[in-house]
C-alpha cells in the first residue's frame, strides 16, 4: 500500500547510488517526498545527484572537524524554513547524533503531534564519552529502520522497543530485470574474477593481486579490474611485478557494466564500500566480501558466498581458492546470489519496508519520545 500523506526525509547529503531509492520512494508516496540534504565536502570524493521524482530542499551544512574524525558534526541550515515550507505528515532522519540540527525538526514534528522515525547503520557497543550521549538520541525517535539484522540488533540493546525497529536491508538497485544467466559447466580456459569499484586504498586491492598470484597455476585467474581512481598508476605497476595478466578496464557505468559481470565467473570486494556488489549478484554471481559495517551480513551468506576479515590476505586467498576449485557449487552459489536480489534485497523491497513502518508508526503513534 503506498504511504497517502506527505514525507519529508533528511539526510547529510545526497549521493549518486542513493537518487534511485528516493525516487522510488517518493513515488510510493500519494502526497509525495521531499528530501532535505546538503552538499558533501570536497575532500569527500562523494558523487552528488538530485533526484528525478522527489521534491529537493537544499540545506547549507556547516562542518565541524573532518568527517572521518569520531568528533566530527555538522549543523545544517535552513531545516526549520523547509520543514514549514513542506509541513511532512512523517519525517524520517539519519540517525546519527552528530547532526545537530536533528533535535530541533523533533521539536517541530512533535508540538504537531506527528512521527519521527531515525535510518541508520546501528549503533556499535561504545563505552566511550559519547556513547551516553548517542543512546539518549535514539531514545528520542519514535521509531528505527537500520540497514540490516545486525544494525537492528545493536539498536534494541541500547533499549529500544524492539517492535519499533525495522529491518530494511540496503539496496541500491531494483530488482533484476534480466532472467539468471547460464553460465558453462566448466570454466572457458581459466575462471574470470572480477572487482568493480573506485581505486582507492580502502578497496584492499593490493591483497586481491597477491591472493591471485598466490594461487596453484591451474586456478590463477582472468583478473578484471573494472574503476578508476588514486590508486591506479601504482597499482599498475604493483601488477607488473606481481599478477602481470591482471587487466585494467578503466571506468565503466550502466550498460557498460553489463558485459564484463555476464563475463564473470566470481566476484570479489577485498575491501569496504560495495555498491557494485548487490548488481553483480542479479547477474548470478557468487561473491566474497571483506567483513564490514553489517550491511553485507544480510546479502552474502554462505550459500552465495562468502566472508573474510578485512586484511586478513590468507582468508581472502582460502577463499579464492576454495570458490574457484568447484565449478559446480560455484554455479548453484551464483543462482542463490540471483534468488537473494531478486526476491528478498532489491529496491522495491527496501521502499515497501520505509512505507510500512511510517505506517505502523503513525497507527500506534502515542505522545511522546520513543512511543
Partial sequence: MPYPGKLGLVQRVLPSYRAPFFDALAAACVGGLSLFAGLPRADES????????????????????????????????????????????ALIIEANFRYLSTPAAMRWMRARKRPVLGWGLGAPADRGP???????????????????????????????????????????????????????????????????????????LPALLAACAGLPEPLKPRLIIVGDGPQLDSLRALAAGLYPSAEFAGARHGAELAPYFSAADLFVLPGTGGLAVQEAMSYGLPVIVAQGDGTQDDLVRPANGWQVPP????????????????????????????????????LEKMVGVFVRAVQKIEAGLVTGPGA
Fill in 46 to 89: 562523494i558523487a552528488a545527484a538530485e533526484p528525478r521524482v522527489a521534491r529537493r530542499g537544499l540545506a547549507r551544512n556547516l562542518h565541524f572537524g573532518s568527517p572521518s574524525s569520531p568528533f566530527y558534526f555538522c549543523y545544517q541550515r535552513g531545516l526549520p524554513e523547509w520543514l514549514a515550507g513542506w509541513d511532512p505528515d
Fill in 130 to 204: 559519547l556513547a551516553a550521549l548517542r543512546r539518549r538520541f535514539l531514545l528520542q525517535f519514535d521509531g528505527l529502520i537500520a540497514y540490516s539484522a545486525r544494525g537492528a540488533e545493536q539498536y534494541a540493546a541500547c533499549g529500544f522497543p524492539v517492535e519499533k525497529i525495522f529491518v530494511a536491508p540496503n539496496a541500491v538497485a531494483p530488482a533484476p530485470a534480466q532472467p539468471l544467466p547460464i553460465r558453462p559447466e566448466r570454466f572457458d580456459r581459466r575462471p574470470v574474477v572480477l572487482f568493480v569499484g573506485r581505486l582507492q586504498p580502502r578497496k584492499r
Fill in 311 to 346: 586484511d586478513d590476505e590468507p582468508a581472502l586467498a582460502s577463499a579464492l581458492r576454495e570458490a574457484l576449485s568447484d565449478v559446480a557449487r560455484l554455479r548453484l552459489m551464483g543462482a542463490e546470489s540471483y534468488r537473494i536480489v531478486a526476491e528478498e534485497i532489491n
